[in-house]
């Protein structure tokens, strides 16, 4: 990673703590699962944030300039603001990458889609989320774009909270990749 890249990626770590990370020494943080944790991340206090799209985008560009890849799109609502942060970036380096979006039930009028954007059966895409604990809306995202006929070339997250989610993912074969790790977060707030 060049030293830019580095830059950007701490600059993202201190907003993720700055403005989405909650801690408390008592579990008192639901999360989706339903489990008791005494830390959150509310990722859209990033991913909507100017700054925090720019750094997305150019970090998960990065991430993926190797690939061969035709969109990039997640489990709405967590993955679409880093997936149209991604795609926006793509633009502006002329290697566009089209977005989608995997809706949590299908459309129930017109074309009755579960995803939405201009994607067909064998194109290749990554998945991505704003945070994984258990893997599970990233897993359903898989699944939805296997049922679709796409092939998904990386899984990437913006925060892994290293509860088990990634092993769950890579267990059913896909490699993920973290923006942001929790011990990072973690860090920082043992720091400060």
């Not at 092993?167 to 973290?178: M, Q, R, S, T």
Request: glycine letters at 8%; hydrophobic letters at 40%.
């Amino acid at each position: 990673m060049s030293e830019q890249l580095a830059l950007q990626k701490n600059r993202l770590i201190g907003l993720v703590y700055e403005k989405a990370f909650k801690y408390s020494e008592k579990p008192i943080f639901k999360l989706v699962s339903g489990r008791m944790s005494n830390y959150y991340f509310n990722c859209k206090s990033v991913t909507l944030h100017p700054e925090g799209m720019y750094l997305i985008g150019t970090l998960l560009l990065e991430m993926i300039k190797d690939l061969s890849v035709n969109a990039i799109g997640g489990l709405t609502l967590g993955a679409d603001a880093v997936a149209y942060a991604v795609s926006y970036t793509s633009y502006l380096k002329d290697r566009p990458v089209e977005t989608f979006v995997v809706r949590k039930t299908a459309k129930s009028h017109g074309t009755m889609q579960w995803i939405e954007g201009n994607v067909k059966s064998g194109d290749s895409v990554v998945i991505v989320d704003d945070v994984i604990t258990t893997g599970k809306s990233t897993i359903e995202a898989i699944n939805r774009a296997q049922e679709a006929g796409l092939e998904i070339v990386k899984v990437i997250c913006l925060i892994d909270r290293q509860e088990g989610g990634r092993e769950n993912i890579e267990a059913l074969g896909y490699k993920v990749d973290a923006l942001v790790l929790r011990d990072e977060v973690m860090k920082v707030y043992k720091a400060g």
